[in-house]
């Protein structure tokens, strides 16, 4: 996320970070660099102007802390700024209405609607607790609205049925109806995409407006469209009054044009980022976190955040009871330690997230080597039996090689797995015998479970901004 941007910056203020002065001219030259970063990476130019003249201002004025150097100083500046200029405070939906409270969704076609919906409302219903009911009033592409009801029920919101037959409007009236006698606390409506904001689309969602009068209007924009993102949520608001923008694909978007662009474009706040196909990958948008991000100074708060929600607690405590008692760790123990891994986004995903690692991810080769390794692992371990995966070491000859066959690998890698599963059941062997949990849990942050790995602060190493673990 933001690769190339993050690695513009990091340059740049790394080399003021050698000055010993803040001078008119060093900022000149930094001020440039930041310019051409901000450039490359699609920001529109008005906002690049506000900002490199704020920066300017601020670092030839009077804001010299005395614990910092002029690099730090510099460094402190673009960042807040970039907070600034992302409008400084995560804004949360507002639900305050007589319910359902309705939210709106709009956007161009193959936006991410429909995904945003179905990730909506999972955020809703998981982390909110609301009853959520989901609708399409997308009548030109029939599939929209059986793609709804597919990740409706996947995320376990209530499916408003439609079809294409019916006018998007009346839709929409009977959908709060049913929304209302059912209880539900939010409606999510789905609008059709075009390819332009035309006036047949804004006299469409005029209407769907004023008949249902929404709580909050979100614009669903693509963040790799950079800038014409923040231009086509403008044009949009300008008809309809937004209350937010959801950036969705941000995943791949590795300029950050469009997330640095819309706030001071259309004055309305991002509130969400989509970070992924799956409906889980929605992330509440915090300015100063994108801004680390964006900086390579890490984003640990999400990441600890990421940790309690996708780690399964039982499971990992389960994993620290055995191993303090002494218990073998097995294959099955081992299974499960790469699905928390997985949830988590991957080695890829995590690294992305900790202070100075974004350009390691980008190395992200060997990476994606070793992502591509656990993936593996896992699929041997589903071709044995349950027997097997608790006593490996009865493993024979002729069953490595049927295990090799049945998960489409060869043998050595079936004996390699067996091998580091070894070192590991050994290591946490000894660890269990010596009482030595807690500083080994602390050693692999807190990511392979235990009270501490879910502790706020705890779930990573000291100095990687963990902070102490609890252990
Ligand atoms: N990588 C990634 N892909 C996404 C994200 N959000 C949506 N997509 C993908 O983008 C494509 C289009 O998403 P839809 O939700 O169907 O888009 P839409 O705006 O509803 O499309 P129309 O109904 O045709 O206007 C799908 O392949 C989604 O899986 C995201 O945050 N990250």
Known sequence: ?????????????????????????????????????????????????????????????????????????????????????????????????????IILMAGLQGAGKTTTVAKLARFLSEREKKKVMVVSADIYRP???????????????????????????????????????QAVDVLLVDTAGRLAIDEQMMAEIKALHKAIEPVETLFVVDAMTGQDAANTAKAFNDAIPITGVVLSKADGDARGGAALSVRHITGKP????GMGEKTDALEAFYPDRIASRILDMGDVLSLIEEVERKVDKVKAERLAGKIKKGKAFDLQDFREQLDQMSNMGGLTGMMD????????????????????????MGVIIDSMTPLERHFPDKIVGSRKRRIAMGSGTQIQDVNRLLKQHKQMAKMFKKVGQKGGMQKMMRGMGGMMGGQGGMAPGGGLPPGLGGGKSPF
């Not at 599939?143 to 376990?156: H, M, P, Y």
């Not at 919101?157 to 009346?170: I, M």
């Not at 690692?357 to 994606?368: E, P, R, S, W």
């Open 270 to 273: 991002i509130k969400f980022i």
């Open 143 to 181: 599939a929209a609205i059986q793609q709804l009801e597919t990740l409706a029920a996947e995320v376990g919101a209530l499916f408003f049925p439609s079809d294409s037959s019916q006018q998007p409007e009346r839709i929409v009236r009977d959908a709060v109806d049913a929304a209302r006698k």
């Open 353 to 376: 997230k900790l202070p100075g690692m974004g350009q390691m991810a980008k190395a992200g080769n060997q990476l994606q080597g070793a992502e591509k390794q656990f993936h593996q």
């Open 1 to 101: 996320m933001f690769n190339s941007l993050s690695e513009r910056l990091s340059l740049t203020l790394k080399q003021i970070t050698g000055q010993s002065k803040l001078t008119e001219d060093n900022i000149k030259t930094s001020l440039r660099e930041v310019r051409m970063a901000l450039l490359e990476a699609d920001v529109a130019l008005p906002v690049v102007k506000a900002f490199i003249d704020r920066v300017k201002d601020r670092a030839v004025g009077q804001e010299v802390a005395e614990a910092l150097n002029p690099g730090q100083q510099f460094l402190k500046i673009v960042q807040s700024e970039l907070v600034h200029v992302m409008g400084e405070q995560n804004e949360v939906l507002n639900l305050k209405a007589q319910p359902p409270a």
